[in-house]
């Protein structure tokens, strides 16, 4: 059973599908491969990612009117994650939940 209207449902399961892609591309093909995958800003822009994936997620499941606000920074961090984890390899996966997550955000600042 949902508990949210359509929209919103589709947000927050879109929020949290990207928390755990990036989460898990972080900790299992990152950490495994190194190098540019590795390197601080890169890896920082990923736990900033799911982070307010995370966070955009709980607001919006508040109810609270003003998830417009954390859903216009989670699209501007999910576009940047997306951006940045194109340039790597095996990063495939993050970048679709990045763009998915994103696109449900926008949507939600309507």
């Known amino acids: 059973m949902k508990l949210y209207e359509e929209p919103m449902q589709a947000c927050i399961d879109a929020c949290l599908a990207c928390y755990r892609a990036c989460l898990q591309a972080q900790m299992t093909h990152c950490l495994t491969v190194g190098g540019a995958h590795v390197e601080p800003a890169h890896f920082r822009l990923m736990t900033a990612c799911a ?5 955009s997620a709980h607001i919006l499941m508040t109810g609270s ?3 417009t606000h954390s859903c216009r920074a989670c699209a501007a ?3 940047a994650c997306a951006d940045d984890c194109a340039r790597l390899d095996g990063m495939e996966e993050c970048v679709r939940a990045c763009l998915a997550c994103a696109e449900r955000c926008r949507e939600m600042q309507v």
């Open 51 to 55: 982070e307010m994936c995370r966070a």
């Open 65 to 67: 009117a003003l998830h």
């Open 77 to 79: 961090i999910c576009e």
